[in-house]
């Protein structure tokens, strides 16, 4: 759709085409489906909801975004990124509120969203890049934890995030919502078998922490200057024995208060930090 | 209710008594009725649900749980609950999942559910403790932002919590249920006047950090080892530019990576961890 020859020829012609408005016609229902994993893989799409996401999909991979849907609200108030799409060849469709509402899986679209080819990468291209901090997440089911970490993972400079195969969809609609553009920003790779993966992170020279609230050392207390990968797990089960067992070490958080424990992205959030600060030191850049 | 004499009599009365299974009756209404916060203020109650929450208010605050209600699979899972409940002379009364649903705002509040007398304390109190580790929440809208940057401060060993008038209501279904037990743990206050606020607490050689992404130094760059408080805002908006200009310093969050900003959860866990670190060293306790 994004490089049809009208597009191409005409880069506003969203602007004097008229608005999409059927809900119920063919090319809606087609992005609406995409709300359904089976879908997004048959199609190899997925969509990317909300100003913030569908800027960081122009402005970082722009030939990845296939179409942009926006409403009337969403062309006037966001004006810029729109520029920016119709400037990178990207064909931007107006649609009626009712339409982008009937796309979107989310309750407030904000007015936009992207139609994006998806953007994992080989777990190959990430170990050859010499890594320096990973997050691999094992069984991680939660959309919303899971595409906070890879937020997380994205603001605190980690070069990649594996998920295995038994973790929830990198491209479920919630997931998206969560990272907020990180899809992006780092590489990605899905369906990781973890267990081969653990032995090359080895061989590699790679260490492993588990993060667990039993590990007999903590975040603090571990050397976090020599390249490591996080190894998160299900917030309410915990990691598997062989998953646990197979990592280099098992490390804490400590908890100072009487919490019990800490939600999945905020453990995460302190695991990484700790490591960006002891790769990078007290400032970014 | 939970001191009346059959009670007290009877502490497993509500096994022989007929489960609730009217969802229409009036204890059942009153109990939903805590969902809107006018009739929480009217009555000094709120409710907590789901048994990580109900286990820390009768732990930490038996004299402060009125009542517990408790479906078949609640009763079958959480016998060490329900005991200790009893043992504290707490009333628990059974109820049809049903009643248990009608009562509650969450979709699946696993069983139980305990309908506390309000929690916070006044201001002074939590200044009279000399405090070392204070988080303030200022125009925090969000609630389940809220209620895991108070589980956060928990964890971190925070002496406080303190929340200003703009802010969410501490007793949200959805803040108690994000804070997983936390309002049992530590010292809130809540209805706060934030600037005069600031003002005592630098009048208490409390040092006022804002957090905001544009702070010229880094949470790594500032001495957390004396007595400090976090002031946080709204993720959207930030905070405005009277309170910033009230602290005594805007610190920042570093950003390694491309991600434009964290959550308000998270960056709250990256300051608030930074100070545990500071004040308590690299293991807990």
């Not at 973790?167 to 907020?180: F, T």
């Not at 598997?240 to 804490?252: I, R, T, W, Y």
Request: one cysteine or more; a neutral charge.
């Amino acid at each position: 759709m994004r490089l049809d020859a009208a597009a191409v020829r005409r880069p506003n012609a969203s602007d004097a085409s008229p608005a999409l408005t059927n809900v119920k016609a063919e090319r809606v229902r087609a992005v609406a489906a995409l709300g359904r994993r089976s879908a997004r893989e048959r199609r190899g799409l997925f969509v990317a909801e909300g100003p913030q996401a569908v800027r960081e999909a122009v402005a970082c991979r722009p030939g990845d975004v296939r179409e942009i849907f926006a409403d009337s609200d969403g062309q006037g108030r966001h004006h810029e990124i729109l520029r920016a799409a119709r400037d990178a060849g990207i064909a931007v469709r107006a649609t009626s509120g009712e339409v982008l509402a009937a796309m979107c899986s989310t309750t407030t679209p904000q007015g936009l969203l992207a139609v994006c080819r998806r953007v994992d990468v080989p777990l190959d291209s990430i170990l050859a890049g010499t890594p320096r901090l990973l997050v691999v997440l094992t069984s991680v089911r939660d959309p919303g934890n899971a595409g906070t970490v890879i937020r997380g993972a994205d603001a605190a400079g980690a070069d990649a995030v594996i998920i295995g195969s038994a973790s929830v969809d990198l491209y479920n609609p919630k997931v998206v919502r969560s990272a907020v553009g990180s899809h992006f920003h780092l590489p990605i790779a899905v369906r990781v078998d973890i267990p081969a993966l653990l032995t090359r992170l080895g061989e590699l020279s790679i260490a492993t922490y588990a993060t667990d609230g039993s590990g007999p050392r903590t975040v603090y207390e571990v050397d976090l200057s020599a390249p490591h990968a996080w190894v998160m797990g299900n917030e309410a089960w915990g990691m598997p024995e062989s998953v646990l067992s197979a990592c280099d070490e098992v490390v804490g958080v400590p908890l100072y208060g009487r919490a019990e424990s800490l939600n999945l992205a905020m453990a995460a959030t302190v695991c990484l930090f700790a490591s960006a600060r002891a790769l990078h030191g007290p400032r970014a850049g």
